[in-house]
């Protein structure tokens, strides 16, 4: 059932173009009767549900107008809630909060009728994201559940939602389902900023063609991708710990690299934005402890954070630099670069957090570490 693979957690990376296909497969598409380049979004668990619908309007409707989206998740869940913010601030114009689900629903937080609360969960247990749902219910919020298997707790208790069809995530470390969560909130924002105007019809269906290319340029990609991250978690597996640093959107993308990272190989790590480190963290750079820096030439502060990449090379880090293909800025001051395939910024995070997930396998499997299960540790939290 490894399907020929050692571990459940290698079989689900090497599975994400197939599971991003299906988690896209029938929500974005280009009519047979439109131009060549027109796309377009349908999110059925949102727009149709009729039966649900409040003063007439659909789930969608509500969302796009409520007064702030508030988004409840723990772990890799929360990660891409903090990549949803990027995205539904940046392509929708809705204000968002991310919330660790624990500290909203302890912090009796306040909440009103107009605003929405998205739930994310891969197993839809998670005790604490369902306790938040079920409070921000008591204050009659809009809830919508974001969820990969079926049928279960947080997908029955919330008003709508969107299924990730990522299929079934056997290893505790989430992959798969990670990169199916960051598709599901892409197309939400895709579809709010259409139906708010605030995307224009040109710029919707460059990102649409631009996403619905994500999982075909990840498989070719994966051909060499898995041999160069082998190569360089050979030279880190004796590392004990390992700081991880993006800028924006791929600021979650640093903390899931380092979250994948002490979960699976039990080496300490920390992500950070770039630029933060220089407030502390710095401290713990000497050298050969790894630094791995995703730095995309569309980032918002590309040329702060080379500048910060070059200080940790003066400081005798080993530096990893995740970035644009065919980008020569990091030769002289990396240990390793890692290329990345084209894409738009708001979706590089599918594709920046590839080689992180490989680079936390192969160490933790030279490590000789339990990678499918890690020690203390539950696929669902369901304690609380
Ligand atoms: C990390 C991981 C956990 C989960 C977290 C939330 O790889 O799997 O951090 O992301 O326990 O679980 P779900 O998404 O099922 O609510």
Partial sequence: EKGGFKHFMLKEIMDQPNAMRNALRGRIYQPVDAAPDVWEIK???????????????????????????????????????????CAFEKLAGVPTEVEYASEFRYRKPLICQSDCLIAIS???????????????????????????????????????????????????ASTKAFTCQVIAVLLMALRLGKQLGTLSEEMLHTYCAALSAVPDSIEEWLKSLTEQTRVISKYFRLATNALFSGVGIHFPVALEGALKLKEISYIHAEGFPAAEIRHGGITLIRNFVPVICIAMRHD????????????????????????DQGNRDFDQVAQFVVQCPE?????????????????????????????????????SVTVE
Avoid at 53 to 81: F, K, N, Q, Y
Avoid at 142 to 151: E, K, M
Avoid at 306 to 318: L, M
């Fill in 43 to 85: 999110l059925g668990g949102l727009e149709k549900a009729k039966e649900r619908a409040v003063d007439g309007r659909s789930p969608l409707e509500r969302m796009a107008h409520a007064s702030r989206l508030i988004i409840a998740a723990c772990g890799t869940s929360w990660h891409s809630a903090l990549i949803a913010k």
């Fill in 122 to 172: 891969q197993s839809g247990e998670t005790a604490d994201t369902l306790e938040a749902i079920k409070m921000a219910k008591q204050y009659k919020a809009l809830t919508i559940g974001i969820v990969n298997v079926v049928g279960s707790s947080i997908a029955r208790e919330t008003d709508a939602g969107m299924y990730l069809h990522a299929g079934p995530e056997i290893g505790v």
């Fill in 300 to 323: 918002p502060a590309y040329e702060q954070t080379k500048q910060v990449v070059s200080d940790f090379r003066a400081k005798d880090a080993a530096v990893v630099v995740i970035t």
């Fill in 343 to 379: 894409t738009k910024l708001e979706l590089q995070p599918l594709i920046s957090c590839v080689p992180l997930q490989l680079l936390s396998y192969y160490i933790a499997d030279m490590r000789g570490c339990s990678i499918d299960q890690p020690r203390n540790l539950a696929k």
